[in-house]
């Protein structure tokens, strides 16, 4: 890109988390409008333009309102960015998508349930466009942010890991969850975050999403000594993981 880019950030479905890790970039706030140019970010200021060049996508998919706006940014953007676990891949929301939808529109809304629209099934965002690229996480990493950002402004290709978080876990040492007789989906799941949860003593539950290969690339050794195919790991991605479709309904 020859000039500043403008960069825009929406959200959609979704608690704003990775939006709040924008915003609180603190000192390397700097860093990122030195390089971009912000037009527009609800959470954090009150101009707004549709002039932009990189669109970042925070949430999942859940009407049809939403996805007529997600087209327009599609149409104003030259390049979108999926950020979060939510807008990667459907994410917390998604949880719904294995219930009955009356009963979860009865169990958030009560009786008032028919004045809100949503469809049964919440949607990662490129289940309705195009995505260029992805921030993965809930939420997001801001080192990875920013250098996403960057490599997008250099013309570069964003250096994203997809090996599984194993590898990063095994390098700090920690004690498989495996061990505690728990269930973790760190095989077949995109590193990227350090193995963050397993160091703090609890498992992966799979927010950065399927690493591109798992059925080649996931972390047999790991596997094997528990007796588990990569296909038994990733039925246990029940947390963050339930929207998977083949293709988009307009293609
Ligand atoms: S990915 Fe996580 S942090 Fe981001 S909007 Fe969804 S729930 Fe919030
Ligand atoms: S299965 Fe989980 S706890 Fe065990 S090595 Fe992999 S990431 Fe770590
Ligand atoms: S360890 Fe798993 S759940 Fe935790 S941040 Fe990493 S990918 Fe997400």
């Not at 924008?22 to 200021?45: G, T």
Request: net charge negative; glycine share 6%; charged share 30%.
């Amino acid at each position: 890109m020859s000039k500043k880019p403008k960069a825009a950030i929406f959200d959609f479905a979704g608690c704003e988390g990775d939006e709040l890790q924008i915003a609180n970039l603190e000192e390397q706030l700097l860093d990122l409008l030195n390089i971009v140019e912000v037009v527009s970010f609800r959470e954090v200021m009150t101009e707004h333009s549709d002039d932009y060049d990189i669109a970042f996508i925070e949430g999942s998919v859940t009407r049809d309102h939403d996805a007529e706006r997600l087209k327009r940014i599609r149409d104003n953007a030259d390049i979108v960015v999926a950020i979060g676990a939510c807008a990667t891949i459907g994410g917390i929301n998604s949880i719904r998508n294995t219930q009955d939808h009356e009963e979860v529109k009865q169990r958030v809304y009560g009786d008032k349930g028919d004045m809100f629209e949503s469809w049964d099934k919440a949607k990662a965002v490129d289940a309705v466009i195009d995505v260029d690229y992805k921030v993965h996480g809930c939420p997001i990493d801001r080192d990875e942010f920013l250098h996403v950002v960057k490599s997008l402004v250099m013309g570069k290709e964003p250096n994203i890991p997809d090996y599984p978080v194993c590898v990063e876990c095994k390098l700090n040492e920690n004690v498989c969850a495996f061990e505690r007789d728990e269930f973790c989906v760190g095989p077949v799941t995109r590193a990227g975050c350090d193995a963050c949860c397993v160091n703090e003593g609890t498992i992966c539950w799979g927010c950065r999403g399927l690493i591109d290969n798992p059925n080649e690339d996931a972390h047999m050794e790991v596997l094997e000594e528990y007796g588990l195919t990569p296909e038994e790991v990733m039925k246990k991605f029940s947390l963050y993981f339930n929207w998977q479709e083949e293709a988009r309904e307009d293609e």
